[in-house]
């Protein structure tokens, strides 16, 4: 690897968690701010979250189409900087008394707008980065891990929300989002493909290269069916991320917005130290049958969680939770980044963006709405009844099992 190619990934990473930063500090600020300081029910947190994650189901794959031929540099670095202004409003609204449910899921929402044409974009302007020595699948497995060690900073910074207060973490949390687009804008990039289109011809081709996009994931065999199997299972997830992990602390646990961010913490520790671990790891050469064996790991997390446990067992499983998810979402995103045409990248990466992320408004809302009715511990039990069946399904239906390793083995490098 040489010098400009591990400066310039380098300064990808550090920008990747600076941005990765700031959204673990909003996770945790928001879930307080609704579950804790506005005191709403359990389902209205969920309504909260459905509303915080809905822009990213709706406009990431539109924010795919917009990334394809861009100078991918200047323009995350524009995105970053204009969603730097939205924690600085909401902080403006906490400090002068005017927050209420409305203005603070308003926020969130427009928030969630810049994130979705940011994510695309980011993952698109991965493949430019990677060195060859290391690989597109290691590396990407190496950014999965910095998302979630900038996620677990930001999660540990906000779990000081209860004793300073959420105004001081909201201007960190725009700083952040800042310095990320200054580190963006500075990366070096040789010959980066840039289709040299007005913004109106962009705006007038967009539904044509978004059915382009679906088309070629619907012939991919391989595309097709791994975001199928993320996007059934991402309801279950996503809720207990953004909905059950709340609750739990509010309703079982008794806690407030440190017991709320140690937990999410855990999860995330669990998610780094794994990816970083795959990205040093040997090639996986059946990538999709490792995927359905590390599956059945969500139905005993969830059955275990439905006991309830002393809150430390209950964090440890969390742990637990996180270190099999991120050997799962690395194996994913290595096969989504190899099987993707260069010109369609940004596309297919953000319809992989979309198949994490879709099951966020219905998941969230899914649990927030069942545990009023049977309790957070009753709607848990729901999960490996589904997951069961979608194992099933996918091992009898689907060639997932048999998908092997379709990228060159790179050189082996230290990292």
Not at 266 to 287: D, K, N, W, Y
Not at 329 to 334: E, H, I, N, Q, V
Not at 342 to 354: D, E, G, I, K
């Amino acid at each position: 690897m040489t010098t400009n190619t591990q400066s310039t990934l380098t300064r990808y990473m550090l920008s990747l968690a600076a941005h990765f930063g700031a959204g673990g500090m909003m996770g945790v600020v928001f879930q307080w701010l609704i579950a804790n300081e506005l005191h709403e029910s359990d389902a209205r947190v969920g309504v909260a979250q459905m509303i915080a994650t809905l822009p990213m189901a709706i406009f990431i794959l539109i924010g795919g189409v917009n990334a394809d031929g861009r100078d991918l540099r200047g323009y995350i670095a524009r995105l970053q900087l204009g969603s730097a202004t939205l924690p600085i409003v909401l902080a403006l609204m906490v400090a002068l008394n005017l927050l209420t449910f409305v203005s603070a899921t308003t926020c969130v929402f427009v928030l969630g707008i810049f994130a979705s044409f940011i994510m695309p974009a980011r993952d698109s302007l991965l493949s430019y980065v990677s060195p060859a020595s290391l690989g597109l699948a290691r590396t990407a497995a190496l950014a999965t891990g910095t998302t979630f060690a900038g996620q677990i900073c930001g999660t540990l910074i906000a779990a000081s929300a209860s004793t300073i207060g959420a105004v001081p973490l909201l201007c960190l949390q725009s700083g952040m989002l800042a310095l990320a687009a200054v580190l963006t804008a500075r990366l070096r990039i040789e010959a980066p493909k840039i289709t040299p289109v007005t913004e109106r011809e962009r705006l007038a081709r967009l539904w044509h290269e978004l059915v382009d996009g679906l088309r070629v994931v619907r012939h991919n065999e391989r595309l097709r069916t791994v975001l199928l199997w993320l996007v059934l299972g991402a309801p279950l997830f996503n809720g207990m991320f953004l909905v059950g992990f709340p609750l739990m602390v509010r309703n079982i646990y008794r806690g407030d917005a440190p017991m709320l961010s140690g937990l999410i913490m855990s999860f995330l520790i669990g998610l780094t130290i794994s990816s970083f671990g795959f990205a040093r790891a040997r090639p996986v050469e059946r990538p999709g049958r490792l995927l359905m064996l590390l599956s059945p790991n969500n139905i005993f997390v969830f059955a275990a969680a439905h006991f309830a446990p002393p809150f430390p067992l209950f964090a440890a499983l969390m742990l637990w939770w996180g270190l099999v998810s991120g050997v799962s979402m690395s194996l994913t995103r290595g096969m989504i980044q190899t099987a993707a045409p260069h010109a369609y990248r940004a596309r297919v990466l953000s319809m992989l963006q979309f198949a994490n992320i879709a099951g966020g408004p219905p998941g969230a809302l899914f649990y927030g709405l069942l545990s009023q009715s049977i309790g957070i511990l009753n709607t848990l039990l729901v999960v490996p009844v589904v997951v069961t069946l979608l194992w099933i399904s996918f091992r009898l239906f689907s060639p997932l099992w048999h998908f092997q390793r379709d990228e060159p083995a790179p050189a082996s490098v230290a990292l």
